[in-house]
């Protein structure tokens, strides 16, 4: 067995899908592989064993357990493993080879590997991780099925955001493919608001698993109900042509740019806006993003000015993210849901204008590598709003002028009600 083999399997193990893919790497190095006949004791009850004994191939089964009618339930077979639990205790049944049996063991000195940090890193410690890793953090309840839940410091617009959703779910599905598979293009569907004040269930859907290509459908639940629904898919990295006839627009550099808290202060006390929108922004809470922003036309606009469909700007993660792959592409789709549908209203603004806006889907193809804590350009433009919707088109660029990302999403976009009128006193 080859090392690519080695860790392709170890990602479809259980046991192992809340490791970070540099923990996986490591097992796959250390990992011994033993080999057993038929009838052979591969432990006993009541001796130490050698480690954690994942089953490459054949079957095995637990002798001496509580229950003799459920003897499925304790034939052991690809995939399952055993062993697992404190150095110093003892093995507590007998198990067997039913078949000629093959099994990889990670020895004793390296248990530490399978009690990371966090899902991105086994050195960070999910409290010194960027706000933004920290969002993206699941809890592994069982196979297949994570915990995710809205951080206080995380960016609402009065319900779950989004790109919380997208991300938190792209991130579950990634936690059952194997790290040599990438995620390179996604769907994903919003089908009900999400509730701030309640944790999101992620059920991970195995839809498909091949030697080059994987796929996943997670659903995201609520009270008993699917709000959001993604389909992904994944592939092992292989050579292959390579062009780009999409050009990265001139724009100026980032460090050229205004921040968003820099370009928030100077609106502030700015007299070409409206002192009424100046107020607002004055005494409206201000949470910080989890991501950096710079626009690349600072103007004058406000969310009431009629203005071109397009929009340029770039961002990066605010931190240092772990070097997983999954979790930059992960960040990337949790951005590009923070300023993309609105842009289909730009034509349309106007003084009192008001609108309800939720994204219906969001698609993504990722063609090349990438890092979210480096500054990335999106470009966006809207060719068509029609029938209450708004569509929009997006490109995603490296400072090398690389496409890294192509998206599009749909959102319903309504024109608000306007404020009630006060009442005025009769006398």
């Known amino acids: 067995m080859d090392a690519n083999s080695v860790v392709e399997f170890l990602g479809c193990v259980p046991l192992l899908q809340r490791l970070p893919s540099s923990s996986l790497l490591k097992i796959a190095d250390v990992v011994a592989v033993k080999h057993y006949d038929r009838g052979d004791f591969v432990v006993r009850e009541g ?155 992620y059920q991970v859907h195995r839809v498909r698993d091949g030697k080059s290509f994987a796929t996943r459908k997670v659903d995201a639940i609520q009270k008993g109900k699917v709000v959001f629904t993604l389909i992904a898919s994944f592939q092992r990295e292989e050579e292959g042509f390579d062009h780009q006839a999409a050009a990265m627009p001139v724009v100026p550099d980032p460090e050229m740019l205004l921040s968003m808290d820099e370009l928030r202060e100077r609106r502030i006390t700015d007299p070409r806006l409206p002192r009424t929108y100046r107020n607002k922004v004055a005494t409206t809470k201000f949470i910080p993003w ?31 993210l772990s070097d997983d792959q999954a979790l930059h592409r992960c960040v990337v789709a949790f951005t590009s849901d923070l300023i993309f549908i609105s842009v289909s209203l730009n034509p349309h603004r106007k003084r009192g204008f008001r609108t309800s806006s939720l994204s219906l889907d969001h698609s993504m193809w990722f063609h090349r ?43 319903l976009v309504r024109e608000g009600n306007p404020p009630s009128p006060a009442l005025k006193p009769k006398l």
Not at 125 to 141: A, F, K, N, Q, W
Not at 291 to 315: A, D, G, H, V
Not at 379 to 396: D, L
């Open 47 to 201: 001796e130490a064993g050698d480690g954690v004994y994942f089953i490459w191939d054949g079957e095995a089964e637990v002798c001496g357990h509580a229950d003799d009618e459920a003897r499925p339930e304790f034939q052991l077979k690809r995939y399952d493993y055993f062993g697992h639990g404190d150095v110093t205790s003892a093995q507590q049944a007998d198990v067997f080879a039913l078949s000629k049996l093959t099994c990889l063991v990670l020895s004793n000195e390296y248990r530490d590997l399978l009690q990371p940090k966090s899902i991105w890193s086994a050195d960070k410690t999910h409290e010194t991780c960027s706000l933004v890793e920290r969002i993206l953090h699941l809890e592994p309840l069982e196979a297949n099925i994570f915990r995710g839940i809205t951080l206080p410091e995380a960016p609402k617009f009065g319900k779950v955001f989004g790109g919380q959703f997208m991300g938190q779910a792209l991130a579950a599905a990634s936690k059952t493919v194997d790290c040599l598979k990438i995620v390179h293009s996604m769907h994903a569907y919003f089908l009900l608001v999400g509730d701030l004040d309640l944790p999101i269930i």
């Open 290 to 320: 989890p991501i950096e922003i710079r626009f690349c036309e600072p103007n004058t606009f406000t969310n009431q000015t009629k203005s071109p469909p397009s929009l340029r700007y770039w961002f990066r993660a605010k931190g240092k």
């Open 369 to 411: 590598p990438l890092r979210a804590d480096d500054w990335v350009l999106f470009v966006i433009n809207s060719p068509s709003a029609y029938n209450a919707r708004g569509f929009c088109s997006g490109q995603m660029f490296n400072r090398k002028g690389e496409l890294l990302v192509s998206l599009t999403q749909e959102g």
